[in-house]
Structure formats: C-alpha cells, structure tokens
C-alpha cells in the first residue's frame, strides 16, 4: 500500500473512532470549507449503509475491492467522487448520518445523507424496498441542524456562519431514469408523462429541493448532471444498440440537463450569496466512451465486476472483478469505476469545463489571505524573468 493511501486509510479509521466523541475537529488551516453535506444516490453514497433491506446493501465482495478496509457500502471499487471532493477539501472522509446519532456524538466535518436507489421524486427505487428521497434527506438534514448542529454551535448565528461556508454536493436524478420512468413495468410515470414534461418535473421538484437546502442555511453547493446513461452497461444490456450507445436515452437525460442548467442559472439570479455550480458531467463521461484512450481505459462497454440478473445492476457477491480496475470505466452496470471518479472529481476542483467556477475557485475566493497556487508560480516565474533578463 503506498503511503499516500495509508495516510488516507488512517484518516478514515481515525474519523471511524471519532464518530464516538463529541468534540468538533480544530479547524486545520489547509481546509477550503469546514464541512461537506452529500446528498444523493449511490453515486454520491459513502457507505455505512444502515438499511436493512438487502438490495441496497453492497457491503460484501468485491465493492470496495481496492478501498482500505473493503466494502463498506460504497458503490464502487475504491473511492467515490465525494471521498475524492473530501480529501481535496482537505476534510476527513464523512460518514453517513444515522437518524439514532445523539446530539453528543455531533461532527462538524459534516455528513453524507446520499442513499442508494434515490431520487427526486419519493417513488423512485420503490420497487427495491424503503428509499430516501432527496425531500427525506434533507428532513433529516434540517434534524441534524435542530437536534445535532445547533448545540455544537452554540447558537444560530454561529451555525449560519458555518453552514455558509460549509460546501454541499447534490447528486441525484440518474435513479429517476434508471429505476423509475425507465421501468414501466414497476412504475407508471412514462404512462403519465411524456419525456419532455417528465423531465420538467424533474426539475421543477429539484428546483424546490435546492430552495429548502438554501433556506436550510447552504450556500455553496455544487450538483451534478446526470451522465450518458445509454451509454451504461445496464441500458447497453437491455437495449443492445447496434450503435456504441443508446442515442434516445440520452438525448432523454440531456433534456433534463439542459433544463437543469436553465434552473440552476434562474436560482443564482434569485439567490446572489450563493454559488451554485453545476457540474457537466455527461459531456465528460461521454468523451470518456468516444475517446477512452485518452483517459487509460481499454474496457467501456461492460461492467468491470461480474453483474447479477436481480435487476439492480449490482456485482455478484465473492466474484473477483476485472484484474486492472483502472482501465475500466465502468465498475458495475451502472456505477464508474474509482479511477473515473478520480478524472471528474479533480477536473470538477481544479480543472475547467466541468464545473465553473471550479470548486477551489469558488472556496478559495471567499477567504481572506489564501492565496491561489498560481499566484506563487507567476510570482516565482517573474522573479525568474527578472533574474534572467537582469543577467
Ligand atoms: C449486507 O450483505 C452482507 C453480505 O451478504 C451481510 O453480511 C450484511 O449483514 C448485510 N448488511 C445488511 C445491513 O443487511
Ligand atoms: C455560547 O454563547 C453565549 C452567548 O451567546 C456565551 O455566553 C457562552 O459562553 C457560549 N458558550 C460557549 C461554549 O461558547
Ligand atoms: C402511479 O403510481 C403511484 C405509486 O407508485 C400511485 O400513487 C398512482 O396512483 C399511480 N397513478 C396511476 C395513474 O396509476
Ligand atoms: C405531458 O404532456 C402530454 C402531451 O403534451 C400531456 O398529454 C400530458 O397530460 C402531460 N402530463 C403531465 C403530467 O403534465
Ligand atoms: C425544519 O424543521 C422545522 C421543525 O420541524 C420546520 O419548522 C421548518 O419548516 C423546517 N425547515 C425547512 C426549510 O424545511
Ligand atoms: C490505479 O489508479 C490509482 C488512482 O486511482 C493509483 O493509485 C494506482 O496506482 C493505479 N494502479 C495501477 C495498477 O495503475
């Protein structure tokens, strides 16, 4: 293991054992925001997942195949997009909230509510069991703040000023597709809605749900698009285009990113002391399946792990999965793999084009004396001009 990922492993086991105490972690200079607040499915889900019902239930072989300590609930070989975000903003990995947390074990680093099989709307996922909609993650994020956060703070004003500069990704949508208008057979939206106003309603409902988050205190926030689902092993399995992906599904997504968009641009003219940030993942994903190559990855059009026939596009317990995780951009039927969520969360932090602002820009210019990296560089480079040219 190399020294980077014990550093990380340690953190997390460390951040493991804290959960038991109630002391707030001492602010470290290094952090861009005091705490991240996940909302969202399995792709945004950090593990821990408390949910009896076994099809939500990936703490077993071979998730979490190159994570430290093995599965752990988290849909995928390793880390996440959200660890990944975590470890940029320099926090320890967040652990889900648990609604029998008591108010003397609070962090203030922050918590994940993402939960598998979610989405905007509450039926979504119903067919596999008891689901939290994003409107019930953020119920129990409004409890965090009454029963939890409020005494760690010692009042609102306080608390405010935290939430305020506290970061919160929003990652849902994906499911509303996948486990709900997609499958006719469990759900009746497609027979209600055509594509275009299921799409509206969409995002109308996520429009009220962002609302709540602002009004809840947020006011850095980032929420991800919905990626190329046609492109996925699942749809690629029960559609079997003749073309490399399924055009129709994903001119359907792309719809509801697009209105996603328009939303997210009305909300920031309502709500100028926010930044919200969308964060374009579909063209991402998709260049990734045009131009694997130039991302190292060999296999895109099948899962990475051996995927079972339950429906849920999950890996079957205790088969080894694809030796070299790292050319594979598709970990099971609908899930990325850990090195493709590695490319987007760094391209979403520091890079352009994914998210902009990216996420340091916007948390770096909030804070008085840091300075950008840059600036040391251009600052390094003039005195090395000068230098020159001066001899
Ligand atoms: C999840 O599945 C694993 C393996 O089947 C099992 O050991 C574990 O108890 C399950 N956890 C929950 C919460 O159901
Ligand atoms: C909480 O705030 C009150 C004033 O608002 C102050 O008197 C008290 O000492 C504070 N407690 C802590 C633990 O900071
Ligand atoms: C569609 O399904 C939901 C529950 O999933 C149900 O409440 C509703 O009545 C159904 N509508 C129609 C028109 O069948
Ligand atoms: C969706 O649009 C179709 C066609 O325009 C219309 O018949 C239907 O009533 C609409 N459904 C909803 C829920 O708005
Ligand atoms: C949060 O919970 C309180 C108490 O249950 C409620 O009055 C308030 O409306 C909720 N806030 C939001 C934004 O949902
Ligand atoms: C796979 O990628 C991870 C980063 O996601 C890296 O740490 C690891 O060394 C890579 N493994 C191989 C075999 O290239």
Request: some cysteine; aromatic content about 12%.
């Amino acid at each position: 293991m190399s020294l980077p990922l014990m550093i990380l492993c340690f953190l997390f086991l460390e951040q493991l054992f804290l959960a038991g105490l109630s002391q707030a972690s001492p602010p470290s200079l290094s952090r861009l925001a005091p705490a991240l607040y996940i909302f969202g499915d399995s792709r945004a889900d950090t593990g821990v997942c408390e949910d009896p019902t076994t099809l939500s239930n990936v703490t077993y072989d071979p998730y979490g195949f190159d994570f430290c300590i093995g599965p752990t609930g988290r849909f995928t070989n390793g880390f996440t997009i959200s660890d990944f975000l975590e470890i940029m903003l320099g926090l320890p990995i967040t652990i889900h909230y648990s609604p029998k947390m008591e108010s003397d074990e609070t962090l203030t680093i922050g918590y994940s509510y993402a939960s598998a099989y979610s989405g905007i709307l509450p039926e979504t996922g119903s067919a596999f069991g008891e689901t939290s909609s994003l409107e019930k993650q953020l119920t129990m994020f409004n409890s965090t703040l009454r029963n939890n956060l409020l005494k760690a703070f010692n009042g609102t004003a306080e608390l405010s000023a935290h939430l305020s500069q506290s970061f919160f990704v929003v990652f849902i949508g994906t499911n509303d597709y996948a486990y709900n208008y997609l499958q006719s057979s469990n759900y009746n939206t497609s027979k209600i809605c055509n594509q275009d106003n299921f799409s509206s309603h969409l995002v109308i409902e996520l429009e009220k749900q962002l609302k709540t988050l602002y009004e809840l205190g947020a006011r850095k926030m980032v929420v991800f698009e919905i990626g190329p689902l046609g492109c996925y092993p699942a749809i690629l399995k029960s559609h079997k285009p003749e073309t490399k992906c399924v055009d129709e599904i994903n001119q359907m997504v792309s719809t509801f990113n697009l209105k996603l968009a328009h939303m997210v641009k009305t909300l920031r003219s309502m709500q100028r002391d926010a930044t919200i940030i969308v964060a374009k993942t579909y063209s991402l994903i998709f260049d990734m399946v045009e131009r694997p190559s130039s991302y190292g990855f060999s296999r895109i059009r099948v899962a990475c792990c051996l995927v079972g026939h339950d429906g849920t596009g999950r890996c079957i317990q205790d088969e080894n999965p694809c030796p070299n995780r790292n050319t594979s951009l598709f970990w099971d039927d609908y899930h990325l793999t850990e090195a493709a969520n590695s490319v987007i969360a760094a391209k979403c932090f520091h890079g352009s084009g994914v998210c902009t602002p990216n996420i340091y820009t916007t948390l770096s210019s909030g804070q008085p004396g840091r300075r950008n990296p840059c600036f040391i560089y251009l600052l390094l480079f003039a005195v090395m001009i000068a230098g020159v040219s001066y001899f």
